[in-house]
């Protein structure tokens, strides 16, 4: 195995379990792998520190185990079924409620650079590194044997997420079993239908599960805006909950007709739901004061530091006018996925936009990704959706 040693006084990154080698801290190699394969990373001093997938790019090595370990069938069965059964655990694989999941979520849970989301015994895999690619076979095995029966098929969705330099060839495809004739999926007891083969992500955004559920008690009678609905989760547990009226927004003309779709599904008839293509700023400066329950879950504004600036300026904007138009005693969900923008600088953005709104604001709950997204203790950086739900007068 080839082996990457560090420069001394780089090794305090992987000395605290961080899963990432940067380019820069790597004094030499003994070879020159492949990429994808497994490399061995060594302190100064020659002694042992990790194993993981070598990388060309900033992030060198993304760590799979700290312990000197073979990298093989075994262990990825075993870190994917550790993974299920925490998903039992916790009320998702194998609910009758919900089956839809985040079954790895990549460093959350060890394997860095895969992501596999399951929607009714479908597992979507994507993958993000050039190693998990490698080790796909390996991957689909444990998937086969870890989720057994309830595996109705594998779909690698992965053509977008793989890195383009490498120039690896694929088309997202079934690798096992075939499109269900039943292509709905179930969270807390109300259906969708995600679209893994052309929708954004995986097809459906699984993260937002409890913070839909908590939109279900604040529902009652209200008028509810779902800005940025996409596939209208938060609408159908507002309309469950009781909500006097549901108007859904999103910029996509596609993500439009998923949500009407999906009220269909769920509703049939209802007449309380509308939805409009429209962008959300166009959207709001139209609307004064008819709804007394929002939600904003923008799409991520900032992907990178050097965009920071720019992107929270958007989300002031767009909390600015939220905040300004939502009516006294409203309640306001909003959030932010990007994973550079941190919970107190969005905390702090939220609350420049309440200033400038000039209204009276109170947190009443902070919110965050659910279990089936873990945030491995050492990579904070995963830790990427935050929400706020504000009480307005
Ligand atoms: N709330 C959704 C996920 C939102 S993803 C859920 O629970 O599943 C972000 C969505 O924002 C995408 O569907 C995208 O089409 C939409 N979008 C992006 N820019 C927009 C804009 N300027 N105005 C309105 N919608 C926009």
């Known amino acids: 195995m080839i082996i990457l040693t560090l420069k001394s006084g780089k090794e305090q990154s992987l000395q605290r379990f961080h899963p990432w080698v940067f380019s820069g801290a790597i004094a030499r190699m003994s070879g020159t792998p492949e990429e994808g394969e497994v490399v061995e990373v060594q302190d100064a001093l020659g002694c042992f520190m990790a194993l993981?997938?070598?990388?060309?790019?900033?992030?060198?090595?993304?760590?799979?185990?700290?312990?000197?370990?073979?990298?093989?069938?075994?262990?990825?069965?075993?870190?994917?079924?550790?993974?299920?059964?925490?998903?039992?655990?916790?009320?998702l694989a194998e609910s009758t409620q919900t089956n839809a999941f985040r079954l790895i979520h990549g460093e959350?849970?060890?394997?860095?650079?895969?992501?596999?989301?399951?929607?009714?015994?479908?597992?979507?895999?994507?993958?993000?590194?050039?190693?998990?690619w490698r080790d796909r076979e390996f991957i689909y095995n444990a998937l086969r044997e870890v989720v057994g029966d309830n595996l109705k098929a594998i779909y690698n969705k992965s053509e977008d997420t793989l890195p383009f330099k490498a120039g690896i060839e694929m088309q997202n495809?079934?690798?096992y079993g075939q499109r269900p004739e039943d292509k709905t999926a179930m969270e807390n007891g109300l259906k969708f239908y995600?679209?893994?083969?052309?929708?954004?992500?995986?097809?459906?955004?699984?993260?937002?599960?409890?913070?839909?559920?908590?939109?279900?008690?604040?529902?009652?009678?209200?008028?509810?805006?779902?800005?940025?609905?996409?596939?209208?989760?938060?609408?159908?547990?507002?309309?469950?909950?009781?909500?006097?009226?549901?108007?859904?927004?999103?910029?996509?003309?596609?993500?439009?007709?998923?949500?009407?779709?999906?009220?269909?599904?769920?509703?049939?008839?209802d007449s309380r739901h509308q939805a409009t293509a429209e962008d959300a700023f166009k959207f709001m400066q139209q609307t004064e004061g008819e709804f007394d329950l929002m939600i904003l879950d923008p799409?991520?504004?900032?992907?990178?530091?050097?965009?920071?600036?720019?992107?929270?300026?958007?989300?002031?904007?767009?909390n600015t006018k939220a905040l300004e138009m939502i009516r006294p005693g409203g309640i306001l969900f909003t959030f932010s996925c990007s994973q550079v923008v941190s919970k107190e600088v969005f905390r702090t953005m939220v609350f420049s936009s309440a200033?400038?709104?000039?209204?009276?604001?109170?947190?009443?709950?902070?919110?965050?990704?659910?279990?089936?997204?873990?945030?491995?203790?050492?990579?904070?950086?995963?830790?990427?959706?935050?929400?706020?739900?504000?009480?307005v007068w």
């Not at 900033?58 to 993974?83: C, G, K, W």
């Not at 699984?206 to 996409?230: H, P, T």
């Not at 900032?302 to 767009?318: D, I, P, T």
Request: proline share 4%; net charge positive.
């Open 355 to 391: 200033a400038k709104a000039h209204r009276r604001v109170s947190i009443l709950h902070q919110l965050s990704q659910p279990a089936d997204h873990p945030v491995n203790i050492y990579h904070p950086e995963g830790e990427y959706l935050k929400g706020l739900v504000l009480q």
């Open 108 to 132: 959350g849970d060890y394997l860095p650079g895969l992501v596999i989301d399951m929607y009714n015994g479908v597992a979507v895999v994507q993958m993000h590194s050039v190693g998990m």
């Open 194 to 269: 995600p679209d893994w083969e052309k929708g954004q992500k995986t097809g459906f955004f699984v993260d937002q599960r409890d913070n839909r559920a908590l939109i279900e008690r604040y529902s009652k009678g209200r008028s509810v805006l779902n800005m940025f609905c996409y596939t209208g989760g938060f609408s159908m547990y507002a309309m469950r909950g009781g909500a006097k009226l549901v108007h859904s927004v999103d910029s996509s003309e596609r993500a439009i007709e998923l949500t009407n779709n999906n009220v269909e599904l769920n509703f049939p008839g």
């Open 52 to 91: 993981g997938h070598y990388q060309i790019g900033t992030i060198t090595v993304r760590v799979l185990s700290f312990d000197p370990v073979h990298i093989d069938q075994q262990f990825y069965t075993s870190r994917i079924r550790e993974a299920y059964q925490l998903r039992r655990q916790i009320g």
């Open 173 to 175: 495809t079934y690798i």
């Open 299 to 318: 799409p991520a504004f900032a992907k990178h530091y050097n965009v920071l600036n720019n992107a929270l300026k958007g989300y002031r904007r767009l």
